[in-house]
């Protein structure tokens, strides 16, 4: 199990940028899979990026590839989410999440340890 703490939400116009970062607990962050989701009023959790446990793989959301890029320092425990060109339909709360295993996935039931998110609200 590991504790996630995320960070670096806030208010941002539409077009502007914003890097998002999550924190974990524990000796074992480099044998996890991270991910960020998102969920937004009314809507079901939405997967935005994951990362490879060494970091050399990603894998991103339709609505985000381009914009958004995910990194991991597992000397320092953290995953980062930098969002640029940001739009309305990118508020939402960001959640980070964790995995074990290799394998990628876009599948929020994959993931067995979350954050509680920050929220992100993008001005139009």
């Known amino acids: 199990q590991v504790h996630l703490a995320e960070s670096g939400g806030g208010l941002v116009q539409t077009g502007g940028s914003l890097t998002l970062s999550c924190k974990a607990s524990?000796?074992?962050?480099?044998?996890?899979?991270m991910a960020w989701f998102r969920q937004a009023p009314g809507k079901e959790r939405e997967f935005v990026a994951t990362?490879?446990?060494?970091?050399?793989?990603?894998l991103y959301g339709d609505s985000v590839k381009g914009r958004f890029g995910i990194s991991r320092d597992n000397a320092e425990n953290t995953v980062s989410l930098r969002m640029i060109d940001l739009k309305p339909e990118d508020t939402a709360v960001y959640y980070c999440?964790?995995?074990?295993?290799?394998?990628?996935?876009?599948?929020?039931?994959?993931?067995?340890?979350w954050g509680q998110g920050t929220q992100v609200t993008v001005s139009s």
């Open positions: 990362i490879s446990r060494a970091g050399a793989n990603t």
């Open positions: 524990g000796r074992t962050f480099s044998t996890y899979a």
């Open positions: 999440a964790a995995k074990g295993g290799q394998y990628l996935s876009p599948l929020p039931s994959e993931y067995t340890d």
